[in-house]
T-cell receptor, first 113, second 114 residues
Framework: GENVEQHPSTLSVQEGDSAVIKCTYS??????FPWYKQELGKRPQLIID?????GEKKDQRIAVTLNKTAKHFSLHITETQPEDSAVYFC????????????FGPGTSLSVIP | NAGVTQTPKFRVLKTGQSMTLLCAQD?????MYWYRQDPGMGLRLIHY???????AKGEVPDGYNVSRLKKQNFLLGLESAAPSQTSVYFC?????????????FGPGTRLTVT
């Protein structure tokens, strides 16, 4: 089945610096890749997503890139702020079923003021 | 709109006890999901439903049962709780398949099995 790996597991950056989180997936037929943010003690919330027919998508300080050939996608956060501190999960839709997504293990991002 | 709600928020069970977690959504979503979240393992799908009266197994279904008798509710049952089921449980819903639509999560239920 689909397997999603995510790196790094923890990341610390200075406020104002950029942060990059990378994910790889195993199913070459996967076509939808969302990113969720979970603040401490809160529920996960969708922050950005990308489909397989698009190479890059941007929303203010957040961008996601997709390399279908290499089967990896990345989340880029520029000009980080303390409120960006959270756990970030990537996910991918498996070939066997578009009714679900498989999540990566998560990256804990800390932005140091 | 309340969105997705979960009952209860916290629960402590003894090994072998049973319980039911309730998820409710008021967004008229067809799809509903139950996940468990454990440190370093992300969100793992337990069971899901693509519509009223339907259920399907996810990645980690053993030890759990579900029912979707009403479109707005999705129940997760533990018949005989085990310490390995200590986790945070999240319910989610979406208008359509998650391969095309955003999932909205509930606030979570923290379950401890002793």
């Amino acid at each position: 089945g689909e397997n999603v790996e995510q790196h790094p597991s923890t990341l610390s950056v200075q406020e104002g610096d950029s942060a990059v989180i990378k994910c790889t997936y195993s199913d070459s037929a996967s076509n939808y890749f969302p990113w969720y943010k979970q603040e401490l003690g809160k529920r996960p919330q969708l922050i950005i997503d990308i489909r397989s027919n698009v190479g890059e998508k941007k929303d203010q300080r957040i961008a996601v890139t997709l390399n279908k050939t290499a089967k990896h996608f990345s989340l880029h956060i520029t000009e980080t702020q303390p409120e960006d501190s959270a756990v970030y999960f990537c996910a991918a839709t498996p070939k066997t079923s578009y009714d679900k997504v498989i999540f990566g293990p998560g990256t804990s991002l800390s932005v140091i003021p | 709109n309340a969105g997705v709600t979960q009952t209860p928020k916290f629960r402590v069970l003894k090994t072998g006890q049973s319980m039911t977690l309730l998820c409710a959504q008021d967004m008229n979503h067809e799809y509903m999901y139950w996940y468990r979240q454990d440190p370093g393992m992300g969100l793992r799908l337990i069971h899901y439903s693509v519509g009223e009266g339907t259920t399907a197994k996810g990645e980690v279904p053993d030890g759990y049962n579900v029912s979707r008798l009403k479109k707005q509710n999705f129940l997760l049952g533990l018949e005989s709780a085990a310490p390995s089921q200590t986790s945070v449980y999240f319910c989610a819903s979406s208008y359509g398949p998650t391969g095309a639509y955003e999932q909205y999560f509930g606030p979570g239920t923290r379950l401890t099995v002793t």
